[in-house]
């Protein structure tokens, strides 16, 4: 209970608390004798001319974080959490691995557990992987084809886009598709496909509003997606070598469903030259005006790297 003084200091709290005898037989920092107060002061954020170093070179330049990262090297020491030792000779950090561990390992894993080697990636769960003197190349098109011949379309014309522009679906609008199951199965393979390929995430996105209750007008949508899939059925992803930083890009289409006037929001988010995270959904609330609708898709993208952060 703290006492009613308005003199009364917090740390004083902390200190007259009776310690208690900790029988657990993990070793902590207190068991170790290793006691800091945590203090709180707003003088740091405002004289600190840059909150957060980059890399390691930036704060071992800074007094305050060479003793911070030697006190926590010390605290690691006291807890016996790890020994740093000698690098062995004729080693080096990058690259060390030798081939007969890792074959050894291999061969080790084999005698508990019932697996395989199989060498290089190149087919995983629809996902093909192409190597390339830069990086890798990710498509689907084994996928892909075989989607267009289950629903028989694999003479249909291609078309340059996946969807109209400004082409909005109705929910009650003509007459209701014959196969709902059909039009989920159909839909649920493109949400697939969005793995490797985000130009037709937001298209995929529209046709998956009417799960329940397609109507014919959805199905003529989903075939304008198959369409586009016909003539770029070798699109993917790259992935190579680079500068190693985060950048996004964000949209919305501000109450662009005409049943609930709900907005939008798509972003993707970029490492180096690398797309890693992407999506199109629609905004939980309705946002009444376009600056609120910009700002709830800046917030979700914030999240978003935040999260990879």
């Known amino acids: 209970m703290i006492p009613n003084d308005p003199d009364f200091q917090q740390d004083q709290l902390i200190v007259d608390l009776p310690i208690y005898m900790n029988l657990h037989p993990m070793q902590t920092r207190s068991k170790s004798g290793i006691v800091k107060r945590n203090v709180y002061s707003a ?110 379309l694999q003479d249909c014309k291609p078309c340059a886009t996946p969807c109209l522009p400004y082409h909005r679906l109705l929910k009650n609008d003509g007459r209701h598709y014959h196969s709902p199951d059909q039009y989920r199965n159909i839909v649920g393979a493109l949400q697939y496909l969005t793995f490797t390929r985000p130009g037709i995430a937001f298209s995929v996105n529209q046709a998956c509003q009417f799960m329940h209750n397609p109507m014919e007008s959805h199905v003529i949508v989903v075939k304008q997606i198959i369409r586009y899939l016909q003539g770029t059925s070798k699109y993917g ?73």
């Not at 080096?92 to 697996?115: A, E, H, Q, R, Y």
């Not at 992935?239 to 469903?257: E, K, M, R």
């Not at 993707?268 to 999506?279: C, D, E």
């Open 43 to 152: 003088s740091v954020v405002i004289n600190s001319p840059q909150l957060e170093p980059k890399t390691f070179k930036a704060a071992a330049k800074i007094l305050e974080w060479q003793s911070a990262m030697q006190e926590e090297i010390t605290a690691l020491h006291s807890q016996q959490t790890w020994f740093l030792v000698p690098l062995p000779p004729h080693k080096n950090l990058v690259g060390c691995s030798d081939p007969k561990l890792v074959s050894d390992v291999i061969v080790d894993l084999t005698k508990k557990f019932d697996m395989k080697d199989l060498g290089i990636l190149h087919y995983f769960l629809g996902l093909q992987i192409q190597y390339t003197s830069d990086g890798l190349f990710v498509s689907q098109s084994k996928y892909t084809k075989e989607l267009i011949d289950k629903v028989d």
């Open 237 to 309: 992803l790259r992935f190579q070598s680079g500068p190693i930083y985060l950048q996004s890009y964000s949209d919305v289409d501000w109450a662009g469903d005409p049943n609930d006037k709900r907005s939008a929001s798509g972003f993707i988010v970029f490492l180096g030259s690398n797309p890693i995270s992407w999506t199109s959904n629609k905004q939980h609330t309705v946002s009444r005006s376009s600056t609120e609708a910009e700002y709830r898709a800046f917030a979700i993208t914030a999240a978003e790297l935040a999260w990879i952060r």
